[in-house]
Every structure is written in C-alpha cells, then in structure tokens.
C-alpha cells in the first residue's frame, strides 16, 4: 500500500492472472547458518506437499527441500523446519490450485457488474470477470497483512500510474491501479506468498500487473471480499 499523490483523480485497481503455483518470483533472504534436525508439527503434510517420502520423520534431504522453498517465499527463520507458517503456505497453495477455471464458482463476486476485477482475500487470488465469463485468472496474490487490511467491498479503480512510487514507504509500485484510498494493484519483486503481507495493496507478479493494467480502465469494478488468513 501507498499514499498515492494525488493530482485531482481518484481510481480502483485490481489485478490476476494464471501462472504456475511454484514458479520462483524475486530474490529470497539469506539462507540460514544451519539446517534443523527436528521434526515439524506438520512433517508429514511438508514431505507430501514436496513430493518427499511421508514417513514424518525429519531427514537431510526433508530439511534441504524445505529451506529451499522457505528460502523461495521469504519464510523465516529458513531452517528447513516444518511448523505452521511453512505449512500454512503450501496450504494455500494447495487451495488456490484447487480453484482451477471456476474461481467465482461459489457466486461471491458479482456476476451483474459487466467487467470486474475480484479479489477473494480468503484463498489470496484475484480474476477479472464479464458477467459470469472468466476474463483472466485466478492468480495468486498478496494482500494486506494484519493491521493493513485490504479492506473489503465494491469499489471503482479510480487512479492509473504505471511508475509510481510509494510516498509512505518510498518503493516502487508498477503499474499502480487504485482502488480505495492508498490500496491498488502492483507488481512486486518478490514473492507473492511472501508472509505475513502487504501495507493493504494486491501484489502480484510483474506480469500479471501487466495484463491487469492491460485489461482494466479508470471506472472499472472491483470487489473485495473474504478474509486473508491470520487477520
């Protein structure tokens, strides 16, 4: 999120599309000094989710395949331990690929609006819809963490600025489509299942931003609903 400034406009953004579940977005922290041999509350459930033999038992190679993906979405401390954050993670991973084709198949978002840019907060994905004809996505994205929630409603894109940066933080934010005071769609340059979150934006990826911009107009819908998990 960012304190747009403003030059007399007001806008709504929202934005996804289609990529793969595990594809490596941006640069990831340092790794940690040692692998841990202690076993995780959710061992077993890690290991199936990594295609490691299920045995829930912590192993070198359990421990390297997990700091990997820790190491790839920015999960901290990266010890290739198996505890609720990893875990919740791959969880939500497991969710969004479960949505496939039909991500408004429950009815959530408005289906009576013509084009619409949706954002379920709960399953962290975003589309765009006309009518009940999926436009583009669902993609993964990242919304606001706890304090900094995106906050929920219909909303209109009312502000466009493809080189913007934040004013608040003093980050870039391409391809800024704002939605709700500061709160927009950008691209980010890391992962967009980084936790725990946002300041209140929708990241994604810079080629989803791309599309999104593509596709969306000042004016244009946008619906936010749910509720992003540890909020």
């Given at each position: 999120?960012?304190q747009i400034?403003?030059n007399g ?7 996804a599309?289609v990529?793969p579940?595990t ?7 340092a790794?940690a ?10 061992q077993?459930q890690?290991?199936?989710?990594l ?9 070198a190679?359990d421990?390297?395949a997990t700091r990997a993906?820790?190491?790839k979405?920015?999960?901290?401390p990266?010890?290739g ?10 969880d939500l ?11 408004n198949?429950?009815?959530k978002c408005p289906?009576?609006k013509?084009?619409?840019a949706?954002v379920?907060l709960?399953?962290q994905?975003?589309?765009?819809q ?9 993609v993964p994205?990242?919304t606001?963490r706890?304090g900094?929630e995106?906050?929920?409603g219909l909303k209109?894109?009312?502000w ?9 933080y ?9 939605f ?5 769609f ?5 992962s967009?299942?980084n936790?725990?979150?946002s300041?209140g934006?929708v990241n ?9 911009w593509?596709?969306?107009k000042?004016?244009?819908d ?7 998990p540890g909020?």
């Open positions: 999120m960012g400034r403003r406009a007001v806008a709504a953004g929202i934005a599309l990529v579940l594809v490596a977005l941006g640069a990831a922290p790794q000094a040692s692998c841990t041999t202690s076993k995780g509350p959710y077993k890690v290991e199936k989710f295609g490691r033999p299920v045995d829930g038992k912590q192993s190679a421990c390297k993906f820790q190491s979405h920015g999960i901290t990266t010890i331990y198996a505890g609720p954050v990893t875990w919740g993670v791959m991973m497991n969710k969004q690929k479960a949505a496939g084709r039909t991500p198949k429950a009815g289906t009576n013509g084009r619409i949706c379920d709960t399953r994905l975003s589309w765009i006309d009518g009940k004809k999926l436009v583009y996505g669902p994205v990242r606001g706890d900094y995106t906050r929920t209109k894109i009312y466009r600025n493809k080189n913007h940066v934040s004013s608040i003093d980050v870039p934010m391409p391809y800024s489509q704002f709700d005071g500061g709160q927009a950008h691209s980010v340059g890391l967009v299942w936790p725990p979150g300041h934006c994604m990826t810079k080629t989803n931003a791309v599309k999104y593509s596709l969306l000042n004016g244009d946008v619906y936010v609903y749910g509720r992003k909020t």
